[in-house]
């Protein structure tokens, strides 16, 4: 019994002291966010990076680091609009063209967010190593709509990325993978191309995985602004973990399947949000969008998320937006 009292007395003086802390966790610094962009289809590009950061440092979780390569193709207009402060001159070109010197100190951070799109050219073989290092040391990836296009020939960001489209991916490169109209996962090994979409509409993310960290406490079912519903996707599909889709109807040239929306993945002991919505800035606008990125991206550095659903999610009749006015 005195043992234990001097035991008790010991602690309690260490606390006075301070010499005992709160868990870690709980005194984390805000995580360290790199978005990597430069070469994307999709016009908005660089608006869409200022926004995720501007969502994301909102939180106060977040600080947030661009890296944007040298060359620069497509939405010329935005990033004269929204230039990377402290980041090298860039150069708008007519195709994209790989910049040799694009590195990223990946180590520096605790997840990267890609906001890469269709056609980009590739990274140096150094960056790739250093990247897939990263990920498998445990870093965290967040994939963001066409970024699920990018690096067809980079075999480690596909089994990253899950599901991919357009890029010459066929039936080389994985089956297709969806829910049926019975809500059964499928994975399809029949020939064709990978990805398409119809004309950008509203549409409703079905939840599928509801406990998981990021949608833990999502209706259901939620309506999503005006966007590229994807599907047609298809990889690898390794470690994956389907966690919403949205119905693709043939009345908008699409497939009558539920096609996957939200993804969690991992690789080595990286984790891995793959979010196939973010076609432009009515998109990212959404609520659910911007709760996702930063339930997501909490999610891939941390393994878990403590950021709320806000009041002004979407509902399964009605979107909600918040106006980026930056």
Request: charge should be positive; include cysteine; charged fraction near 20%.
């Amino acid at each position: 019994m005195a043992h234990s009292y001097k035991i008790l007395i010991f602690l309690l003086a260490l606390l006075g002291a301070g010499t005992v802390s709160a868990p870690v966790a709980a005194q984390k610094s805000p995580l360290r966010v790199l978005i990597v962009d430069g070469q994307n289809n999709h016009e908005h590009w660089p608006k869409i990076t200022a926004m995720m950061k501007y969502y994301l440092e909102d939180t106060k979780k977040f600080t947030v680091d661009i890296q944007r390569t040298r060359y620069t193709w497509q939405g010329d207009k935005l990033v004269e609009a929204y230039p990377v402060k402290g980041g090298p001159e860039t150069q708008a070109l007519k195709q994209p063209k790989m910049d040799s010197t694009f590195h990223p100190v990946f180590a520096n951070y605790d997840v990267v967010i890609c906001n890469f799109g269709w056609n980009a050219a590739p990274w140096s073989a150094a960056a790739q190593q250093d990247f897939e290092k990263f990920m498998k040391n445990g870093g965290g990836l967040v994939v963001i709509h066409a970024a699920n296009n990018s690096f067809p020939q980079w075999p480690a960001y596909n089994q990253m990325i899950g599901l991919g489209g357009w890029g010459d991916r066929t039936e080389k490169d994985g089956p297709y993978v969806y829910y049926d109209q019975n809500g059964k996962e499928v994975r399809d090994n029949q020939p064709g191309k990978a990805g398409s979409h119809g004309a950008q509409m509203e549409f409703k993310i079905t939840v599928r995985e509801p406990n998981h960290p990021i949608t833990k406490g999502m209706p259901a079912n939620w309506l999503h602004s005006r966007d590229e519903l994807y599907d047609r996707l298809r990889g690898p599909a390794e470690n994956m973990q389907i966690l919403a889709t949205a119905f693709s109807p043939k009345s908008n040239n699409g497939t009558d399947r539920h096609e996957p929306m939200l993804i969690a993945l991992r690789y080595g002991k990286g984790r891995i949000f793959h979010m196939a919505l973010g076609h432009a800035d009515y998109s990212v606008e959404c609520v659910g969008f911007i709760t996702c990125l930063q339930r997501g991206s909490q999610w891939a550095a941390t393994g878990k998320t403590n950021i709320p659903i806000p009041a002004d999610f979407p509902t399964e009749t009605e979107t909600r937006q918040r106006k980026f006015a930056q």
